[in-house]
């Protein structure tokens, strides 16, 4: 729907389980067949999340 | 409850035996330890066993990623080697990157000659901004470096502590601003 934020699912802090917060993404252009197969055709590469957890601090990442 | 504490670890950017960078990354690191509320480490390249026959995220060590991981901004002590950086520094930063997201980075450059390694500092900038760090406006330049230590590490100019200490109040408000956005700003 035009003006509606998209929906995600919240990344869980493998250390202490709390919901983590989405503050980057990153276009990643990759060499890799595999990973080459741009998913942000736009863009031309994959998009790569990166969440931080507020209660410990730890950092993860995701390929959107 | 108290907050976490900030982790800062300094990294020594080079591998060279007789590194006159090894007296700045020591005193960067006294220094940093000296600062309320902060916690630090010393990390030398030289001492991160990574491979030399890939490159990149594929050959992570697991220690190295973790402190960057943990740390909330980094100082990283860098010589001037014609002009540039050494290459081995490049290869130990490329071997992460979502662990750098949205971290402050200050850079103190090393030098033999007069201009305190501002031309190697200027080439870190880009690679630090692709890395996903955030630079700093203040940098500590060591020129002459040869003279500013005795034989046994001991710095011999006072006036770089005065500099240190701005480069660090900068480095720690952003490192505090950071940790801040990290973990309680959504980017939608």
Same mark, same amino acid.
């Given at each position: 729907?035009?003006?509606?934020?998209?929906?995600?699912?919240?990344?869980?802090?493998?250390?202490?389980?709390?919901?983590?917060?989405?503050?980057?993404?990153?276009?990643?252009?990759?060499?890799?067949?595999?990973?080459?197969?741009?998913?942000?055709?736009?863009?031309?590469?994959?998009?790569?999340?990166?969440?931080?957890?507020?209660?410990?601090?730890?950092?993860?990442?995701?390929?959107? | 409850?108290?907050?976490?504490?900030?982790?800062?670890?300094?990294?020594?950017?080079?591998?060279?035996?007789?590194?006159?960078?090894?007296?700045?990354?020591?005193?960067?690191?006294?220094? *940093? !330890?000296?600062? @309320?509320?902060?916690? &630090?480490?010393? #990390?030398?390249?030289?001492?991160?066993?990574?491979?030399?026959?890939?490159?990149?995220?594929?050959?992570?060590?697991?220690?190295?990623?973790?402190?960057?991981?943990?740390?909330?901004?980094?100082?990283?002590?860098?010589?001037?080697?014609?002009?540039?950086?050494?290459?081995?520094?490049?290869?130990?930063?490329?071997?992460?990157?979502?662990?750098?997201?949205?971290?402050?980075?200050?850079?103190?450059? *090393? !030098?033999?000659? @007069?201009?305190?390694? &501002?031309?190697? #500092?200027?080439?870190?900038?880009?690679?630090?901004?692709?890395?996903?760090?955030?630079?700093?406006?203040?940098?500590?330049?060591?020129?002459?470096?040869?003279?500013?230590?005795?034989?046994?590490?001991?710095?011999?100019?006072?006036?770089?502590?005065?500099?240190?200490?701005?480069?660090?109040?900068?480095?720690?408000?952003?490192?505090?601003?950071?940790?801040?956005?990290?973990?309680?700003?959504?980017?939608?």
């Amino acid at each position: 729907m035009a003006g509606m934020a998209k929906e995600e699912s919240k990344m869980i802090c493998r250390r202490c389980g709390a919901e983590m917060n989405h503050h980057s993404d990153k276009i990643v252009y990759a060499a890799d067949p595999e990973q080459a197969a741009p998913t942000e055709l736009t863009l031309g590469g994959f998009m790569e999340e990166f969440h931080t957890c507020p209660k410990c601090g730890g950092g993860a990442s995701r390929h959107n | 409850m108290e907050p976490r504490p900030l982790y800062i670890p300094v990294i020594l950017g080079t591998t060279r035996m007789g590194r006159m960078s090894a007296h700045v990354a020591q005193l960067l690191m006294e220094e *940093v !330890s000296k600062q @309320p509320g902060i916690e &630090t480490d010393l #990390i030398d390249i030289a001492k991160v066993p990574l491979p030399t026959n890939d490159a990149g995220e594929a050959i992570r060590h697991a220690d190295f990623s973790d402190k960057m991981n943990r740390a909330d901004a980094l100082v990283v002590v860098s010589p001037e080697y014609n002009h540039g950086y050494c290459g081995l520094l490049k290869h130990v930063l490329d071997s992460c990157l979502k662990e750098y997201i949205h971290k402050a980075v200050g850079i103190v450059g *090393v !030098s033999a000659g @007069p201009f305190g390694g &501002t031309r190697v #500092i200027q080439n870190l900038l880009p690679v630090m901004r692709e890395l996903g760090l955030v630079t700093i406006f203040w940098d500590v330049n060591f020129s002459t470096v040869q003279k500013a230590f005795d034989d046994n590490g001991k710095l011999l100019d006072d006036s770089y502590i005065r500099r240190i200490d701005k480069f660090l109040q900068e480095l720690i408000w952003m490192a505090k601003t950071l940790r801040h956005g990290r973990e309680q700003i959504s980017l939608s």
